[in-house]
């Protein structure tokens, strides 16, 4: 069975901290890793990995996939409360076939 | 303005009585998709199609159907809706990834939030 297991459910920040959330995955089949935003409506595209190692990187946003220990990691810097959103993370596991962690909320206090 | 568009925003209906909701992109792209979102459970895909006839199962179809006669329509129904259908639904369209380190923009629409009693 496919699994893409975010971690941790939830945090709470300080402004100006920096939070790091965890996605890994055991599929059958891997395209691609995707990180979505998804505040108080739908969800926003942020990043598509699919080589090891590579980091995006988007303002104070980046993230970095490890397709050996089956893992991706999103790094936010310098948070704003305007960070505050549900941070979801998704396998493709072929062409259009998406499954999706269960997501990490966070939340950064003034 | 590219969007994506679902009709109804909200819906109370009961057990058993079918209903549609709609999905429209005008953005002319191939795929097209259906999430439901529930606590806990993070976003679950119930169905997508890659261009018009060509669909497929997600992670949860069952006690859905959709169809895929227009690019632009992808109409999620349900034929008997049971209580464990109350969630909230995404409908999204993206031109299909490339792969290979591009973009994978999938445009979301606004949601629809169901309740079945």
């Known amino acids: 069975e496919d699994k893409v297991v975010q971690s941790p459910l939830s945090l709470v920040v300080h402004e100006g901290d920096t939070v790091t959330l965890n996605c890994s995955y055991e599929?059958?089949?891997?395209?691609?890793l995707l990180w979505y935003k998804q505040e108080k409506k739908a969800p926003t595209f942020l990043f598509m990995l699919?080589?090891?190692?590579i980091e995006k990187k988007s303002g104070r946003l980046s993230s970095i996939l490890d397709k050996k220990e089956l893992f991706s990691i999103l790094n936010i810097t310098a948070t704003q409360t305007g960070d505050s959103a549900i941070y979801l993370c998704?396998?493709?596991?072929?062409?259009?076939?998406?499954?999706f962690g269960a997501g990490t909320q966070v939340v950064v206090t003034p | 303005e590219a969007q994506v568009t679902q009709n109804p925003r909200y819906l109370i209906t009961v057990t058993g009585k079918k209903l549609t909701v709609t999905c429209s992109q005008n953005?002319?792209?191939?795929?097209m998709s259906w999430y439901r979102q529930d606590p806990g459970l993070g976003l679950r895909q119930i169905y997508y199609?890659?261009?018009?006839?060509?669909?497929d199962k997600g992670d949860v179809p069952e006690g859905y159907k959709v169809s895929r006669k227009e690019k632009r329509n992808f109409p999620l129904i349900l034929e008997s809706p049971s209580p464990n259908q109350t969630s909230l639904y995404f409908c999204?369209?993206?031109?299909?990834?490339?792969?290979?380190?591009?973009?994978?923009?999938?445009?979301f629409g606004p949601g629809t939030r169901l309740t079945v009693l």
């Open positions: 699919t080589s090891s190692g």
């Open positions: 953005m002319n792209h191939e795929y």
């Open positions: 999204a369209s993206k031109v299909p990834g490339t792969g290979g380190g591009g973009t994978d923009t999938q445009y």
């Open positions: 998704a396998v493709e596991l072929r062409w259009g076939k998406l499954q």
């Open positions: 199609s890659m261009n018009v006839e060509v669909t």
């Open positions: 599929v059958t089949n891997f395209r691609s």
